[in-house]
T-cell receptor, first 114, second 110 residues
Framework: EAGVTQSPRYAVLQEGQAVSFWCDPI?????LYWYQQPRDQGPQLLVY????????NSQLPSDRFSAVRPKGTNSTLKIQSAKQGDTATYLC????????????FGEGTRLSVL | QQKVQQSPESLIVPEGGMASLNCTFS?????YFWWYRQHSGEGPKALM?????GDKKEGRFTAHLNKASLYVSLHIKDSQPSDSALYFC??????????FGSGTKLTVEP
């Protein structure tokens, strides 16, 4: 079975540029999460979806960040006007909505903002 | 939002030794707990879950949960160099969202 697929694996930007991250979750998983992981820290939730609906986006850092999952499958996370403080790895995870199902993570996109 | 305190920040153990990692959680609604492991350049991978008070053993790994204290731990017996990684505890209130600790960097020296 294919895992969670993310692209690109790496991105390097100048401050002020925009970037999009793409996630293809495991087929059939109804719940999709985006996490931000600064270097040598734990993943921090940004937003999550159940099917196409945003359940909680209160942790998105600012209106520079947006996320969509239009058909309840793939998802895109976008940063408008990136800042140096956005430097981190962006992780996508997916799961079924069941307590004994561990969210499965992709390899992440490592973003550097210069 | 769930706060998760994890300790120690880093840990060095000799090959064959025992590694012990600890976490405390702030949200008393937390009922489901996980340990994840992350090797360099990879995404986190679920190691084991624990949902009931007491100990749960899977091979060389033993997780412990005390819900009254909101405390979980992970013990790795007979540590191997391949166990060197970042380890995260994570709590899930009401099978909703996982909140992660800050991580423990484990180094197993041959």
């Amino acid at each position: 079975e294919a895992g969670v697929t993310q692209s690109p694996r790496y991105a390097v930007l100048q401050e002020g540029q925009a970037v999009s991250f793409w996630c293809d979750p495991i087929s059939g998983h109804d719940t999709l999460y985006w996490y931000q992981q600064p270097r040598d820290q734990g993943p921090q939730l940004l937003v999550y979806f159940r099917d196409e609906a945003v359940i909680d986006n209160s942790q998105l850092p600012s209106d520079r960040f947006s996320a969509v999952r239009p058909k309840g499958t793939n998802s895109t996370l976008k940063i408008q006007s990136a800042k140096q403080g956005d430097t981190a790895t962006y992780l996508c995870a997916s799961s079924f909505l069941q307590p004994n199902q561990a969210p499965l993570f992709g390899e992440g996109t490592r973003l550097s903002v210069l | 939002q769930q706060k998760v305190q994890q300790s120690p920040e880093s840990l060095i153990v000799p090959e064959g030794g025992m590694a012990s990692l600890n976490c405390t959680f702030s949200d008393r609604n937390s009922q489901y707990f996980w340990w994840y492991r992350q090797h360099s350049g990879e995404g986190p991978k679920a190691l084991m879950s624990i949902f009931s008070n007491g100990d749960k053993k899977e091979g060389r790994f033993t997780a412990h949960l005390n819900k009254a204290s909101l405390y979980v731990s992970l013990h790795i017996k007979d540590s191997q160099p391949s166990d060197s990684a970042l380890y995260f505890c994570a709590g899930m209130p009401n099978y909703n969202v996982l909140y992660f600790g800050s991580g423990t960097k484990l180094t197993v020296e041959p």
